[in-house]
């Protein structure tokens, strides 16, 4: 199993950014696939953006493509979600998954992932 901890969230006006990340302990992460998700009050929980185990491909929901970038730095055992142009409607609470099957592809299936972390509140004001 591994301990996911993301940091990073905080109130912020429309048009800012933040830089949300997710340490890893227990496990590496170099073969996991990661993702990004929120959930925001009466809705249910979307993947905004997630990575395959290399790397090399990524996927981001319509809502934050150009806005929103997911990244992952293994020699640091922490993924990380630089987004930009915040606006009202990206107010929730983020987290991060990792997926241990060694998948070429991002997943953006929730009930695929198999570790969690806590989630860290994003509000934006408008």
């Known amino acids: 199993q591994v301990v996911l901890v993301e940091s990073g969230g905080g109130l912020v006006q429309a048009g800012d950014s933040l830089r949300l990340s997710c340490a890893a302990s227990g496990r590496t992460l170099r073969l996991y696939a990661m993702g990004w998700f929120r959930q925001a009050p009466g809705k249910e929980r979307e993947c905004v953006a997630a990575i395959s185990w290399s790397g090399g491909s990524t996927y981001y929901a319509d809502s934050v493509k150009g806005r929103f970038t997911i990244s992952k730095d293994n020699a640091k055992n922490t993924v990380y979600l630089q987004m930009n142009s915040l606006k009202p409607e990206d107010t929730a609470v983020y987290y991060c998954?990792?997926?241990?099957?060694?998948?070429?592809?991002?997943?953006?299936?929730?009930?695929?992932?198999?570790?969690w972390g806590q989630g860290t509140q994003v509000t934006v004001s408008s």
């Open positions: 998954a990792a997926d241990r099957n060694l998948r070429s592809q991002p997943n953006t299936y929730a009930d695929e992932y198999d570790d």
